[in-house]
């Protein structure tokens, strides 16, 4: 089955450098959420969008964006990066109306490690 | 606000059952998962249980939900080492975005 594809998979940028961060969630599904993991620490969810709106906002600092487009993809816009940014960014989408979801679905994209140096 | 809470730490022997507790808070939660993490990699999804349910078998993976406890388990026979990894148990709601307990990491000893 397809899955959520993030890109890239690995980021390296410098401090105050810009990063833009893109998920394709599974065809059909209409909602995306953003999620930032550190190291050792678990998913800390960031932002999420349906429709194109965002639903719900988390611990998402103010340098950081986001935006579902008409295709459903979503990027997460980070700029003036900090050393603390460095961490794990994984997508899930879901579609809101699923009551059964699959084991065989895979909700998480395999994430993008953003390193900031 | 919801709460997801886990051991952070699990060992056992090849071979034995290994089982691996959660609790939550919100009771309104509809859904509740297991994620695995291996060293560096995603989340891949191992198995979920709606909370009308209170036991799910898969394989070697039994999930255990105690919905009066808000208490959920997930046992893993006949354990090997390629379940060395992280597990973070999580719930979320319909619509809503995951909460992720710390992980527990599991240790298979040869």
């Known amino acids: 089955a397809a899955g959520v594809i993030q890109s890239p998979r690995h980021l390296i940028k410098e401090k105050r450098e810009t990063a833009t961060l893109k998920c394709y969630p599974i065809?059909?599904?209409?909602?995306v959420y953003w999620y930032q993991q550190g190291p050792g620490q678990d998913p800390q969810f960031l932002i999420s969008?349906?429709?194109?709106?965002?639903?719900d906002k988390g611990s998402i600092p103010d340098r950081f964006s986001a935006q579902q487009f008409s295709d459903y993809h979503s990027e997460l816009n980070m700029s003036s990066l900090e050393l603390g940014d460095s961490a794990l960014y994984f997508c899930a989408s879901s579609l809101e109306g699923l009551t059964t979801p699959s084991t065989d679905t895979q909700y998480f994209g395999p994430g993008t490690r953003l390193t900031v140096l | 606000g919801e709460d997801v809470e886990q051991s952070l730490f699990l060992s056992v022997r090849e071979g034995d059952s290994s089982v691996i507790n959660c609790t939550y808070t919100d009771s309104s939660s509809t859904y509740l998962y297991w994620y695995k993490q291996e060293p560096g990699a995603g989340l891949q999804l191992l198995t979920y249980?709606?909370?009308?349910?209170d036991m799910k078998q898969d394989q070697r993976l039994t999930v255990l939900l105690n919905k009066k406890d808000k208490h959920l388990s997930l046992r893993i026979a006949d354990t090997q080492t390629g379940d060395s990894a992280i597990y973070f148990c999580a719930e979320r709601n319909y619509g809503q975005n995951f909460v992720f307990g710390p992980g527990t990491r599991l240790s298979v000893l040869p």
């Open positions: 969008f349906y429709e194109k709106m965002q639903s």
């Open positions: 065809p059909r599904h209409d909602t």
């Open positions: 249980i709606f909370s009308n349910m």
